[in-house]
């Protein structure tokens, strides 16, 4: 069954976006974004929330004909139109860049996802991970955590969310200050 990764850029004090919804807050330099790179890499399947995936379809179907697009940007359009893609929304009538559109219970539909890939299933989007967080269907926590605060914003873990346990299994500090804490899920 595949495993359910919960990745984000967040802030020290724990937003993923600005209260006006930006993310131009977060360093990604070509080191940061080669990482990023790596970690696309291994995802079966990139499942996004309705706003998230407004925002990689803005860009990265056409990444890599950019020519303001450096070439680690180039290679990740090249992965990310590569994997498969799931967007959960009630609100969207269709997708499209390959991806495929689902409106049911979270749980009910991962459980379809994690019959179809035996590999990693990469979530992105708080107000998608926080129905995924809430049932305790995460197995890992990724963060990147950037060294800035935003006093307010979109927080990476749902407000209100009861206690659960982490174990750490993986730190990395970046050149910019970002460092990425990987954390798995203790059941």
Known sequence: MGKVVYLMNVSLDGFVETPDRSLDWAT????LHTWFNDRTREADVS??????WA??????PT????????????EYARIWNATPKVV?????????HGARLVRGDVGEELARLQREFD???????PTLAAQFIERGLV???????HPVVLGA??????????????????????ASGAMFLGYEAVR
């Not at 197995?139 to 955590?145: A, F, N, P, R, T």
């Open 119 to 125: 590999g990693e299933i990469q979530v992105g989007g």
């Open 153 to 174: 914003g979109t927080p990476f873990f749902p407000p209100g969310v009861s206690r659960f346990d982490l174990r750490l299994i993986e730190t990395r500090a970046f």
């Open 47 to 52: 499942v996004y929330g309705r706003r998230l």
């Open 63 to 74: 990444g890599e004909a950019n020519p303001e697009s450096t070439e680690t940007m180039r």
């Open 28 to 31: 990604v330099d070509d080191e």
């Open 88 to 96: 959960f929304s009630h609100e969207l009538e269709s997708v499209d």
């Open 139 to 145: 197995d890992e926590y990724q963060l990147v955590v």
């Open 55 to 60: 925002v990689m379809a803005a860009y990265w």
